[in-house]
């Protein structure tokens, strides 16, 4: 949780026919939604693309004001063979594989700026998706499993001195 909300983003194989059905799904979702809204406007895409080309999908859940308060639903957590966690939640590092259960919410936005003196409204399309569920498949390594071999990392030099040897520059 980061200033008040979850987040979390899912890299799926972008080849993989469930990740393209998934997709379907909620651009069909987005876009029925913005012609049901009866303006044109920009659809946001679904997801963003990654470095190596898989598919990275973001679920995030804000903090909201509710009666005078402020109101975070926290999704629920299970273990791998469907326990609920409760209030043991393990460190969840970047690199574990979850499942995420979720709701998709459309929403538009309304913008007006002026370019060359003229009003403009810009109207945009996306979607939130907010999870509800969260299961813990396989936790990658926390804090005290990482190890310099886990970066393939090898020892060099004499570690008896704190002091990190000094790279000289040639002139």
Known sequence: ???????????????????????????????????????????????????????????????????????????????????????NIPSIQCGSQIAVSFEAWAYTLHESIREKGKRMNIITYGLALKPKAIQLVQLAANDDDITADSFGFSPVGSCESRELPLIKQQA
Request: proline fraction near 5%.
């Open 1 to 87: 949780m980061k200033d008040g909300e979850y987040k979390t983003d899912i890299i799926l194989d972008s080849h993989s026919p469930n990740t393209q059905a998934l997709i379907a799904k909620l651009q069909d979702y987005l876009e029925s939604y913005a012609e049901s809204q009866g303006k044109a406007g920009e659809i946001l895409p679904v997801y963003t693309e990654g470095e190596k080309g898989e598919v990275v999908i973001r679920f995030k859940q804000k903090a909201f004001a509710l009666n005078n308060e402020i109101v975070l639903p926290r999704p629920i957590l299970f273990d791998a063979k469907g326990n609920h966690l409760g209030c």
